[in-house]
């Protein structure tokens, strides 16, 4: 598979299949694999795209911050060196959702639609971006293993921790190895992205929003309010899945998606 050169970088893309481009962005601290149960069974009817963002998975990490709209910067250059110009479906879980309102904003014209997983509109509150900023100086000096350890059990429901485990030691394993340095910048940037909560009236494209029933980062109530707020969206709700809905419960998600995309 290959990497792919944009502006300073190189980012790693898993690409499969052909038809309509969808193009999935994961969340935080992961990389592609996390759409393991999406990459096979969706490119039967689209083209898949899922790299590795800036600093996460086999792509490059650049240090500082990675702010949101550099995220979706860097994903609108890799469509058009991949020569993608019809517009796209973006599917992004939770950090690739905050990716995917500043794809909106900046590169609107290159969407088809919107999928936004487990993701949520508004900022983080001031004590949780600072919270965010001392991880990132942790995890530069010690490595994300800690970051890992508090994450983990915020992203499963309790069927998926029972009936899965391989599923959350696939998850640990991605998190424990990536770059420091990425992943303080994504958070530095997380900390930073701006507040979109009263822009859902104004996006207007088809969007679909998904959440896990048990999600307790970007709780479920809070993603059927976003998807009210926005004129031209669907909510679907995924049983006995947490924050990681496509990778716990794929069958349900891919259904959700391919009734979206193709009615
Ligand atoms: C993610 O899954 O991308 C993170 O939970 C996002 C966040 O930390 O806000």
Known sequence: MPRIRISNIELYVEIRGAGPPLLLVHGFPLDHSMWAGQLDTLSSDFQIIAPDLRGFGR??????????????????????????DRPIAFCGLSMGGYI????????????????????????????????????ATQVEVDGPANLSATMIPK????????????????IKRV??????????????????????????????????????????????QEMRDIAGSMPNAV???????????????????????REFLQT
Do not use: Y
């Not at 792509?59 to 993608?84: C, K, P, R």
């Not at 940037?189 to 999600?215: F, H, K, S, Y």
């Not at 990778?247 to 959700?256: H, K, M």
């Open 59 to 84: 792509s490059d990490a650049t240090g500082g911050t990675v702010f949101m709209e550099q995220f979706a910067d860097d994903l609108a250059e890799l469509l058009q060196v991949m020569g993608i």
């Open 100 to 135: 995917a309102w500043q794809f909106w904003r900046r590169h609107g014209e290159r969407l088809q639609s919107l999928i936004l997983c487990d993701t949520r509109a508004v900022a983080d509150p001031k004590d949780v971006a600072r919270g965010r900023g001392i991880a």
């Open 155 to 170: 992203l499963f429901a309790d069927r998926t921790r029972q009936q899965h485990p391989e599923l959350v030691e696939q």
């Open 175 to 220: 998190m424990i190895s990536s770059a420091p340095e990425g992943v303080a910048a994504a958070l530095r940037g997380m900390a930073a992205r701006p507040d979109m909560a009263g822009e859902l009236p104004q996006i207007n494209v088809p969007t679909l929003v998904i959440c896990g029933q048990q999600d307790v980062i970007s709780p479920s």
């Open 235 to 257: 909510f679907v709700e995924i049983a006995n899945a947490g924050h990681m809905a496509p990778l716990e419960q794929p069958g349900a998600v891919n259904s959700a998606i």
